[in-house]
C-alpha cells in the first residue's frame, strides 16, 4: 500500500557531497515526521536526522553542521544534504516515514536503504 524508495547514494571522496532523496508512494493520506537513519556493519541502526510535517528538524550529533534534512510535502519526498563526509558516516542509510493511509492506521515505514561509501 506504501512504498518509499530511496535514491542518491554512492561512493564519495573523504569531503564530498551526497544528496539523499525518498519518496513515498501509496495510500496515503497523509505523513507526519520523516527521518534518516544509517547501519554501518557490525552496529546496530541509529538516527541521523527527522522533520516534521510542519518542518522542524532534529539531527543526531554526528550530523549537526554537515547534513541538512528537508522535504517537498507536495512530492511526498524527503531529502538528506550530506556535505564534509567522513569515513565513519560510510552506513546504508534508511529513509522511514510516519504515514497515515486512507481507511488505516498510522505507522511507520521504512525504505530498502541506500549505500553511502566515503573513501579514497
Known amino acids: 500500500q506504501v512504498q518509499l524508495v530511496e535514491s542518491g547514494g554512492g561512493l564519495v571522496q573523504p569531503g564530498g557531497s551526497l544528496r539523499l532523496s525518498c519518496a513515498a508512494s501509496?495510500?496515503?493520506?497523509?505523513?507526519?515526521?520523516m527521518g534518516w537513519y544509517r547501519q554501518a556493519p557490525g552496529k546496530e541502526r541509529e538516527f541521523v536526522a527527522s522533520?516534521?510535517?510542519?518542518?522542524?528538524?532534529n539531527y543526531a550529533d554526528s550530523g549537526k553542521g554537515r547534513f541538512t534534512i528537508s522535504r517537498d510535502n507536495a512530492k511526498n519526498t524527503v531529502y538528506l544534504e550530506m556535505n564534509r563526509l567522513k569515513p565513519e558516516d560510510t552506513a546504508v542509510y534508511y529513509c522511514?516515514?510516519?504515514?497515515?493511509?486512507?481507511?488505516?492506521?498510522?505507522?511507520?515505514?521504512w525504505g530498502q536503504g541506500t549505500q553511502v561509501t566515503v573513501s579514497s
Open positions: 522511514k516515514a510516519n504515514i497515515l493511509i486512507y481507511e488505516g492506521p498510522n505507522r511507520a515505514y
Open positions: 501509496g495510500n496515503i493520506f497523509s505523513i507526519n515526521t
Open positions: 522533520i516534521s510535517s510542519k518542518g522542524s528538524t
